[in-house]
């Protein structure tokens, strides 16, 4: 279990403001893709370093919380092994938002639909995709207002 100690909060400000460059970087100048990632980070709200046990066995890791299913896919996408990857997704924020990037525009490429691909980062199963998608709209609400579908 994660406790906030009072210096683990004050590295946490330091973490958030690296993985906020990453998001920015990862966005590639294009506000749609980077609303979207805010909205997978609010949504996840993972830290470096995190691993997150979940009921199926699998583990949840780093800031944006790539789930460990995704480790060999990505391993193979990158030309390293597993192990590695595993270490970069939980310890290197950069590492993370890119991962979180392309599985989100992979689904998006191969559904078409925006929200089916945020669902899709979250679970294979429909509904808790719709579940989730949902949630992350009402974030994306919170953080940019009702502009949020509106590029700058």
């Known amino acids: 279990m994660f406790l906030a ?9 330091s973490d958030e403001a690296r993985i906020a460059s990453c998001i920015h970087g990862a966005a590639a ?3 749609w893709l980077e609303k979207t990632l805010w909205g997978l980070r609010d949504q996840e709200a993972g830290w ?3 691993e997150v046990g979940n009921t199926n066995g699998t583990h949840d890791l780093g800031p ?5 299913r ?6 193979a996408l990158v030309g390293r092994p597993a192990p590695e990857v595993r270490h970069w997704l939980r310890f290197d924020p950069c590492f993370n938002v890119e991962a979180a990037r392309w599985i989100f525009l992979a689904a998006l490429k191969d559904t078409g639909d925006f929200w089916k691909a945020v669902g899709i980062y ?3 199963t429909a509904w808790r ?3 989730y998608s949902l949630s992350v ?3 994306m609400h919170q953080r940019f207002g009702k502009d949020v579908y509106s590029d700058p």
């Open 29 to 31: 100048g294009r506000p």
């Open 5 to 13: 100690t009072p210096v683990h909060a004050a590295v946490r400000k």
């Open 64 to 68: 944006l919380q790539i789930n460990t």
């Open 129 to 131: 995709q719709r579940r």
């Open 137 to 139: 709209a009402k974030r």
């Open 48 to 50: 470096i370093g995190a």
């Open 122 to 124: 979250h679970s294979p």
């Open 70 to 75: 995704w480790v060999s896919r990505i391993a």
